[in-house]
DNA sequence: ATGTTC
């Protein structure tokens, strides 16, 4: 390669690095095919941007990386605040805190038997509003909902829907700072008010999964789980709300650039300084969109506790394990290369994986490191992983977030029938309920890598360590 | 991802 310099640093490391444009290298995580696909993709391109922001001083790119609005998802964008760096929404994702948060039961699979995993399917599709326009239960005044995201979990805790120990579970406690909704528009209101415990479309879901392999005792008995153990893992987040605060602040910082002489590559790059007005602006609203996503997963997970003691009587237990965000910057003092920044860190389609001890883990999860849900597709598998020394050291505390689309929506819709797929999915036990046939068939296990390659390249690599397979035995879709 | 192509 000539221009675009492709180097490998090491077993499963790259650096892309284009003279004239990058301001700092990419550094990949991939192993050699995923890098083949990214190299004939749009999304090399898209890679090259990123590196070429104002103030950028760290990429990372995870090994489920395909492309995306403006930023590849799949990376990890480092801006330094105190030097002009900017923020990008399109670096964030329209979805707004997007994440995983994974609930544990008492039950044993081998104890569940056909019949009631049907009926706790058929209740929890009725409970869990899912599609692209669903609404929820709760219907909320303007004024009402505006005082809800900016309490997020808190609100969750005074009307009965979470506990104080169990909010201790989720990033900032489900309650970002900096939250300011009147930076907010009134048609983000309009759209979010209707939509909290919602679980929305595309490859949002719901599914009951059984612990199917554990391959660290340690790590696993202090997560409380253990094989055979049926679990529920959620993937939602901000619906129409963030979409459109998303939406509001790439169109004003389109309108802004020329006033801080930024020039992009492309228009899906909009961005600001993180420290102007306008950043400040969406860096508030951001926040605000967080606390709806912590809040929408919390009261879905209210719903699966309602489902559950219904269908399996009084004694069954749904504890939180964790809740990570993969779509979300955070502002940080960071020390890096022995270098202390303050970094405007984009996370697009990847995950925190902080190492054991760091300030911001919970009590309960201090020497493991910090819970790591990675989802696969409907078919196969899902896996916990735990965050190490060596993510601070090399990715900033960050690793993949799921197996990576290889193939369009469109594309997959000519391939594969959905008579056809449900059956396949019945055959490996798998029960679906799912409110757009068209979705479930766009979300076809055939569409995704298998996550176990993904997450055997980050353990290997060791920027977070495996824990435990999860496999699909019901799917709730949008 | 999404009141599914502003």
Not at 381 to 402: D, I, P, R
Request: glycine share 8%; with cysteine; charged share 25%.
């Amino acid at each position: 390669m000539k221009l675009q310099e492709l180097e490998k640093i090491g077993e499963y490391i790259y650096k892309i690095y284009k003279e004239g444009i990058s301001n700092v290298p990419a550094v990949v995580f991939a192993d050699e095919k995923i890098i083949d696909s990214l190299m004939a993709d749009q999304s090399l391109n898209q890679v090259i941007n990123v590196t070429s922001l104002r103030g950028v001083v760290y990429v990372f790119i995870m090994p489920d990386v395909h492309w995306g609005y403006g930023f590849p998802i799949g990376s990890v964008a480092c801006t330094n605040y105190d030097e002009g760096g900017v923020i990008s929404p399109g670096g964030i994702g329209f979805d707004i805190n997007c994440g995983v948060r994974l609930l544990k039961t008492n039950i044993s699979f081998k104890n569940l038997s056909d019949n009631l995993k049907e009926k706790l399917l058929d209740k929890l599709f009725e409970y869990v509003p899912s599609g692209v326009a669903s609404e929820s239960d709760i219907k909320l005044s303007k004024a009402e909902f505006k005082k809800v995201v900016e309490k997020g979990l808190n609100w969750a805790v005074e009307n009965g829907m979470a506990s104080e120990n169990e909010i201790e579970l989720v990033e900032d406690r489900g309650v970002k700072d900096n939250v300011d909704v009147s930076n907010v528009s009134s048609e983000a209101i309009d759209r979010g008010k209707c939509q909290l415990g919602t679980l929305g479309s595309g490859n949002h879901f719901l599914e009951l999964q059984v612990v199917d392999n554990i391959y660290n005792d340690k790590v696993s008995k202090v997560l409380g789980l253990y094989k055979d153990q049926l679990v529920v893992m959620i993937h939602c987040g901000s619906r129409g709300f963030g979409h459109q605060v998303a939406t509001d602040y790439i169109n004003l910082m389109l309108k802004n650039m020329d006033k801080y002489n930024i020039k992009i590559l492309d228009k899906q790059l909009a961005c600001v300084p993180a420290s102007s007005p306008e950043g400040q602006k969406y860096i508030t609203a951001m926040n605000t969109a967080a606390n709806f996503a912590h809040l929408n997963r919390q009261i879905i997970t209210h719903k699966v506790r309602k489902a559950f003691r219904e269908v399996l009587g009084k004694t069954v237990s749904v504890d939180l394990v964790y809740d990570i965000s993969h779509n979300m910057a955070t502002i940080e003092n960071y020390v890096f290369n022995g270098k202390k920044v303050k970094l405007v860190m984009h996370r697009k389609g990847a995950t925190r994986a902080l190492p054991p001890f760091h300030n911001f883990l919970p009590d309960k999860y201090k020497t493991i490191g910090q819970p790591v849900f990675i989802p696969g597709d409907m078919g196969r598998y899902s896996f916990v992983l735990v965050g190490t020394q060596k993510a601070y050291e090399l990715t900033c505390s960050h690793t993949c977030h799921g197996a990576g689309r290889t193939k369009s929506r469109n594309q997959i819709k000519k391939e594969i029938d959905y008579t056809d797929l449900l059956k396949i999915l019945k055959d490996k036990g798998i029960s679906i309920r799912a409110s757009s046939k068209a979705t479930v068939v766009e979300e076809a296990p055939e569409a995704y890598k298998d996550a176990s390659i993904v997450v055997d390249i980050v353990d290997k690599v060791g920027i977070s360590s495996i824990v435990a397979r999860l496999r699909p035995v019901g799917v709730v879709k949008g």
